[in-house]
């Protein structure tokens, strides 16, 4: 059974860290990504990871504040999240695509086949 479990979230003040874990077990994936829903917005792509090359891709809004790495042991991807803002505030969700990078645009919800449950990363000014 495929299961992706999500865990890291938090509330912290303004310009703190967070690290966002993913753990996937049932099966490896080519392709995973984060992706953040606030209260009453769309879910919107924040990063993307190919499993086997590392090659990673940020949405702009993110570019030079998070990190997407894996850990091919632990079969983890994490998102490290520096200099966080109120706007940062969302449910972070964790999924998995069974296509290849190069095959899919990263940042499209529906090429991913499974989710996780998401954590909360609340952040105040």
């Known amino acids: 059974q495929v299961q992706l479990v999500e865990s890291g979230g938090g509330s912290v003040q303004a310009e703190d860290s967070l690290r966002l874990s993913c753990a996937v077990s049932?099966?490896?994936?080519?392709?995973y990504g984060w992706f953040r829903q606030a209260p009453g917005k769309e879910r919107e792509f924040v990063s993307a990871l190919s499993w086997s090359g590392g090659n990673t891709y940020y949405a702009n809004f993110v570019k030079g504040r998070f990190t997407v790495s894996r850990d091919n042991a632990k079969n983890t991807v994490y998102l490290q999240m520096s200099n966080l803002k109120p706007e940062d505030t969302a449910v972070y969700y964790c999924?998995?695509?069974?296509?290849?990078?190069?095959?899919?645009?990263?940042?499209?919800?529906?090429?991913?086949?499974?989710w996780g449950q998401g954590t909360q990363v609340t952040v105040s000014s």
């Open positions: 999924a998995a695509a069974y296509r290849a990078w190069y095959l899919m645009r990263p940042e499209a919800l529906h090429y991913y086949d499974s």
């Open positions: 049932g099966h490896t994936f080519s392709t």
